[in-house]
């Protein structure tokens, strides 16, 4: 078979710990891996289109590839955020026995065929942070009128909590946070913040993140470009996002108990959400996920699935966990 | 390697064949980087192996969808809005009444006052058009009668009117932010200490030179009977309302009350408000402020939009790497390769826009420059001070345009020149300044809760 | 011909100009849009994601109406430096070729795929990535369509004003009035 070249754009800078690290990752094992069979070229950030737009630049086949987050098309397909991250969901391990073995990818596939693209799970990431705030949070009377920037599904249940949800382009997060624009953000994991510096501008830093227990990224590949594979080259990719996955797992746990331990040197407080408030948000994380499984039928198809493994391995992974 | 030099080149060369032929730059722009994107599918035919094709137009028009969902761009048309409604309000002619009463008196006071309110406007302002403008065509007249020198006059009006362009709230510091990927606000934060730097340094040499040679500027008689106590009154008077936007605007991003966006929306309102104080805020006011600023962001936008796609298809082209590649070879110690930088930024400066330069070649250079390690806020703002110098340098200098266009028929163009290079070397001194001392920009960001 | 060139630029001028101030005038509203969002916010401890996100649609929209509106009247910064000095009919000859080789590849190029992007965006009935963000956002994705078509019927006009020139008979037409 013909070698294959592979224009990819990532939508994380390519030095990014965990979801832009993964994505160089990736090349840089495929690229040896296939002897130059593979050939992928792998863009950062913004290179050729903005992250928002790899989707349709690789639906529409001009672009052959992007690495992504299933977070970014929620617009497109509010399902497909179910395989991004899901406040409360299933941690790292459970997660993927749902993708792989309890039948998520094939409803992810399902949902992307139509659209002429072909995703390959190519990211796996342990626990985010709950977040960064200017002051602790005991109560949910806190969280009434607060200002936080907070995306998805989990900004929703803190709107139905009383915060007041803003939106931030990326690089405006931390200066307003430092001058009290916001008084709060998500983010990302202690590694990341740590780059942000996060440390410097809010004292309060809560663990662990409820609001996404677990993250997957993935590839899309044009399906024009996939069939155009042989099933070698396709069998190589996907092990490679597998090997991918378990190498970005691990490859963020030093330096995230690195970057925990450095936040306390810097006085922060590393506190945790009291369990009546992770209940209040649990109980508001069920009615934002009844209501959009009401709106969308593939929402309701991919949160019945996950639910359905979550409760038929919950006698194991209950016990698994204490 | 020497394939990619070549066509970077020819792309860079068809750019300029086009700029100078005179064609709206935005478009200029966008269609060479179609038709190179279109080469790029015809290339391989003669064997030459290139990146670009005509997917690099689906690119582009996804980077176009991308500026325009941007929600930190927003502010520009606010920022618009209020210039051009600051305009109507009356409030840079009581500005100027007020302040040149009250400086006759010192040696070339009417020319402080000038700077004074340059100043004033150019934080109550984000775009300079206005502000030149106004001062030329209020304090040019002013300046005539009282005698003073017609070079000097001009030179302080055209250096005043400009400070806008770097003082903020600044149309070129959001698009500077939107490009380098800095947050807007801390841009803001960094060029308030140059901007007013700049003002004093104008007004020390103005001082300085009005005491060497008071022929230039000839002493005003004051008229005995002149109550002092009524002409601090209407200083005040004349002060209060630009004070008073400057702090709903600058103030609120500052003290973290509100972000870029809402200030704008803010400073617009206000500035509206202060047009219905003079009232001058008619359904005709409104139409024309609305008109003049929905086509000023129109080509700012276009801009935008040209430049993402020619810069899209000039990384096609191996664009990044040939620049990248050059700076870094430069056998030049980090400070020196600044310098280049600067250098370059300033002397471009003479025949382009501010908008080109920050479009095109600060998003190439910056990121190089910055990976040798330097703070990248303060490398935006020494760009920055230089392409305030744009302004002002012939033979393209949008200050010096406007000044001939408004000024009295008899002033010449030689005489602008004459007038404005000592002001672009004070710039120049300037920008050594905020070099040799980076915390003139970076101390009021490091400060701001 | 001469007639038909003029009438084509006025013609086109007709739908331009009107969509550019009726979208200029979207201006004041995006103002109290922002005052609204800071008033709900700090009287109120509200946040609305659709209002923040209806700023930049409202800002879209300003954009791509003006663009057009912008060329007829002569708004687009151009490097004077030789241009100045330029006859009217060499003027025009830049206007004309730099229509022809430069704006109309650059509107048709990108008008393309922004159809492309409209259309799939509606085929999938396509929202804002934020749950309580504004619905259907084809909407402003045809928008950035219209306006770059727009932009490609105001270069025709121009460039037909330009052919008048050329011809010798740009005078005898009423020029463009603000
Ligand atoms: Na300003
Ligand atoms: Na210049």
Redesign the pocket.
Known sequence: QDGVSLNVQSAWPLTLPASGRDAQHFADAINEASGGNVEVELYGAGKLVPSLEIFDAVQRGTLDAGYTSPLYVAGKFPAVQLFGGVPFGPDAFEYLGWIYNGGGLDIWREIYAEQGVVTVPCGLMDSEAGGWYKKPIETAADLEGMKLRFAGLAGEVMKKMGASVVLLAGGDIYPNLERGVIDGTEFSMPAIDASVGFDDVAKNYYLPGWHQPAAINELIINKAKWDSMSEAQRKLIELTCRETMLWGVTSTMTENAEAVAAFKENGVEIREFSPELLAAFKEKTDEVMQEQAADDENFKRVWDSLQAYRDQNAAWVEVRTD | MTQDVIFVALMFAAFAAGLFAGFPVAFVLGGVGVLFALLGDLLPMLGIKVLAGSNFIAFASDRIFGTLSNYSLVPMAMFVFMGLMLERSGVADRLLVAMGRMMRRLPGGLGLAVVAIGLVL??S??IIGASVVLLATVALPVLRRANYSMPLGLGTVAASGCL??L????IMLIVMGDQLRLSVGDLFMAAILPGALLAFLYAVYIVVLCAIRPELAPPQKVDPDEDTASAVLDLVRALVPPVLLMTAVLGSIFLGIASPTEASGVGALGATLLAAADRQLTWQTLKDVSYGTGKTTAFLFALIFGASCFSVVLRGYGGDEVIEGAIQGLPLPPQAVLGVVLLVVFLLGFVLDWMEIVLIIAPLTVPVVVSLGFDPLWVAVLIAICLQTSFLTPPVGMALFYVKSSAPPDVTTLQIYRGIVPFVLLQLLGLLLVWLIPDIALKLPSLSY | MNDTLYGIARTIDRITVPVGRATALVLPILMLVIILNVVLRYGFGLGLVELEELQWHLNALIVLGCMAFAYRDDVHVRVDLFHAKFSPLRKAVVEFFGGLVLLMPFVIGIGWFAWGTFTYSLSIGEGSPMPSGLPARYVIKFCMFAGFALLGLQGIAQMCRALLTMRGAGSSYPPVSR
């Open positions: 150019a934080a302002t984000g806008g362009i003082v903020p709230p600044s």
